[in-house]
């Protein structure tokens, strides 16, 4: 049961705005874009439930024009086991030393969560009943990110007090200012590349995407997130792998050779600085930090945790030998430290079923999400993480988990052939013709 998608063109173009707005405003309120705090709840809060509304409006508007509900749920537990974390972190308000942090990250990482449930749930629905359609979940993603970064390139130039972060004494400006932390947004960036990065496959403007990425890059230099820049590069090397063409992959790889030193020595290593050398050796204090996490605060609790995004029983966890810390910056810790040896086992099976689901999914599919979780991984590694304090990392996983968490029903149930039934008396568009 298919339609062909030149007949209800305007339909899809309706659809596919609205599905960008929903995206990048959604990624958008991520952001601190205001130093008052009571402005930045307002967009966090009541923004991102906004767009979630908006999202459900969305799929009943697609439902409305006459597309059955016929999903089925597949691979059911990846979002199942996702389902568990939630809500040993929503018990867990029963022994944190802080609910209201606790209650506000958990509400923020469940309502995104729901978000990600309508957003994709639509978008499969339009890939079930308008098969050759243009809407791509990678275009959209990338094009998001596009704009986004565009404003931070812009804004270094015209207003650099508010878009430049000053670290390391005032030495060293990075892209993202008080609004984004410069690794995020390298993070960011990184996931942009992996989705435009598809419009190559298939020829769909690729002197635009070219820009595209160029902006990218650009953003990407400017933030001087040494991981964010490894992970680019995965992301490059992943998707040369990908080409049956060996001189364009030999080329390419010869090119990634004799600009990745360079890219390394100037933003990794810093120009061959000591000091900064040996802050790598420890990962700016990482290492020291994380082993203090294990050795002195993982034994209080090891079995549930101090409650979800908290650890410790004070605000920051502190050593003798190492910095106050209210995160763990690594979200596999994060997630050891909120939810003990419980919540890190929940976590391991749910990405178990997770990347299982993906390596089975078609090759677009599998090609897309394992490009997404290249950056995201990386930035897992060193800083808030999918499973971290409530960013945009997290939203880009879900993305995954509802991806692959969906599957097409071959049979109308009866109360959805009696919907079409009933409109085909009643209407003379939508799905007029359809077969039951």
């Not at 120009?271 to 605060?297: H, N, Q, V, Y």
């Not at 079923?353 to 390596?359: C, H, L, P, Q, V």
């Given at each position: ?112 969560f729901?978000?990600c ?14 098969p ?13 990110v ?25 030495e ?14 390298g ?6 590349v ?15 995407t070219?820009?595209q ?13 040494r ?11 992943f ?25 390394i ?6 120009d ?12 700016t204090?990482?290492?020291p ?6 050795a ?17 029983y ?6 003798t ?21 419980v919540?890190?086992?929940?976590v ?8 299982r689901?993906?390596?089975?999914a ?13 950056p ?12 971290g ?15 692959v ?14 919907n ?17």
């Amino acid at each position: 049961m298919t339609l062909d998608p030149a007949k209800h063109q305007e339909f899809l173009k309706s659809t596919e705005r609205w599905l960008f707005v929903l995206l990048f405003l959604m990624v958008a309120c991520f952001f601190t874009w205001s130093e008052n705090v009571i402005i930045t709840r307002g967009i966090k809060l009541v923004g991102r439930n906004g767009v979630l509304f908006g999202a459900i409006y969305l799929y009943r508007r697609v439902r409305d024009y006459g597309v059955p509900g016929s999903m089925t749920w597949d691979n059911v537990f990846v979002a199942a086991f996702y389902g568990i974390y939630l809500f040993l972190g929503f018990a867990s308000f029963l022994w944190t030393t802080n609910v209201g942090v606790s209650a506000l990250q958990w509400f923020m990482t469940t309502q995104s969560f729901f978000f990600c449930l309508y957003f994709i749930k639509t978008i499969s629905m339009l890939d079930q009943y308008f098969p050759g359609h243009r809407i791509r979940l990678f275009q959209l993603l990338g094009n998001t990110v596009y704009y986004l970064v565009l404003i931070f390139v812009i804004g270094m130039w015209v207003d650099p007090d508010t878009f430049i972060r000053l670290t390391h004494g005032g030495e060293e400006a990075r892209l993202g200012g008080y609004i984004m932390n410069p690794n995020e947004l390298g993070m960011l960036a990184g996931v942009g590349v992996a989705c435009l990065i598809f419009n190559y496959y298939d020829a769909h403007r690729p002197k635009w995407t070219t820009f595209q990425l160029l902006i990218l890059f650009y953003c990407l230099y400017a933030t001087g997130s040494r991981s964010s820049l490894i992970g680019a590069l995965l992301i490059i090397f992943f998707h040369v792998m990908q080409s049956e063409r060996q001189q364009i992959k030999a080329l390419i790889i010869a090119g990634m050779l004799v600009v990745s030193p360079v890219a390394i020595w100037k933003v990794v290593l810093k120009d061959g600085d000591t000091e900064r050398l040996e802050e790598i050796m420890s990962m700016t204090g990482r290492l020291p930090f994380w082993t203090a996490l294990i050795a002195e605060g993982l034994p209080r609790e090891p079995l549930l945790g101090f409650g979800f995004m908290r650890i410790d029983y004070k605000e920051y966890f502190q050593s003798t030998h190492t910095y106050p810390g209210k995160m763990t910056h690594n979200t596999f810790m994060q997630v050891l430290m909120n939810l003990g040896f419980v919540g890190m086992t929940v976590v391991i099976y749910q990405m178990v079923f997770t990347m299982r689901a993906i390596m089975s999914a078609t090759k677009e599919k599998k090609l897309m999400m394992i490009g997404i979780l290249i950056p995201i991984t990386i930035n897992s590694l060193t800083e808030f993480g999918i499973f971290g304090e409530s960013n945009y990392g997290i939203l880009f996983y879900q993305l995954i988990i509802f991806s692959v968490s969906f599957g097409v029903r071959e049979y109308l149930t009866t109360p959805e052939k009696m919907n079409l039934a009933r409109r085909k008396r009643t209407e003379a568009g939508g799905f007029l013709g359809v077969a039951n």
